[in-house]
T-cell receptor
Framework: GAGVSQSPSNKVTEKGKDVELRCDPI?????LYWYRQSLGQGLEFLIYFQGNSAPDKSGLPSDRFSAERTGGSVSTLTIQRTQQEDSAVYLC???????????FGPGTRLLVL | GQSLEQPSEVTAVEGAIVQINCTYQTSGFYGLSWYQQHDGGAPTFLSY????GLEETGRFSSFLSRSDSYGYLLLQELQMKDSASYFC?????????????FGSGTRLQVQP
């Protein structure tokens, strides 16, 4: 079946611009996660959605970052007024019910010039 | 808070056995997971230990000892395709969420 998909796969933007990253989770998965991975580093938790509950935003690094999940499915991560330190791979994952097995998408590679 | 420590790099030869250790400091977690990530690829799930002991999945085994705050991933009969980064991760209890906290990863290089 279809896995987690993300778009765009690559994004180059200028400092100060806003960007939107999209994630389509596996159908039926109630939990959706966003992580960020800098070059050669581990994954940093950003935000977690579980069903209709309020999202856990505790990992968002600043108020320039926001995310929403519409209809319990597709999610969009928005970064406003991008900075060069925002350059990283942004990974989305989903799981059946907040379970330990998370299925990752291919990521969006963001480069802020 | 939580922190997980892994060696940054491990090198082994094809056909050998390699163990990647993960030590952690955390107030409590649901279990220890391992993920594999090839260069430029997405992390993929390998193994999960909810309880102490050994879990075996084909050539891969994972071990957890909560009393020792320690776990490891064991890869047997190494193949060239096993060259990748390996991350241990925990799902911490103190936040109530099930998102993962990852170690910084171990880069495994398999040589012929």
């Amino acid at each position: 079946g279809a896995g987690v998909s993300q778009s765009p796969s690559n994004k180059v933007t200028e400092k100060g611009k806003d960007v939107e990253l999209r994630c389509d989770p596996i159908s039926g998965h109630t939990a959706l996660y966003w992580y960020r991975q800098s070059l050669g580093q581990g994954l940093e938790f950003l935000i977690y959605f579980q069903g209709n509950s309020a999202p856990d935003k505790s990992g968002l690094p600043s108020d320039r970052f926001s995310a929403e999940r519409t209809g319990g499915s597709v999610s969009t991560l928005t970064i406003q007024r991008t900075q060069q330190e925002d350059s990283a791979v942004y990974l989305c994952a989903s799981s059946l019910g907040g379970g330990e097995t998370q299925y990752f998408g291919p990521g969006t590679r963001l480069l802020v010039l | 808070g939580q922190s997980l420590e892994q060696p940054s790099e491990v090198t082994a030869v094809e056909g050998a056995i390699v163990q990647i250790n993960c030590t952690y400091q955390t107030s409590g977690f649901y279990g220890l997971s391992w993920y594999q990530q090839h260069d430029g690829g997405a992390p993929t799930f390998l193994s999960y230990n909810a309880l102490d002991g050994l879990e075996e999945t084909g050539r891969f085994s994972s071990f957890l000892s909560r009393s020792d705050s320690y776990g490891y991933l064991l890869l047997q009969e190494l193949q060239m395709k096993d060259s990748a980064s390996y991350f241990c991760a925990v799902s911490p209890m103190d936040t109530g969420r099930r998102a993962l906290t990852f170690g910084s990863g171990t880069r495994l290089q398999v040589q012929p």
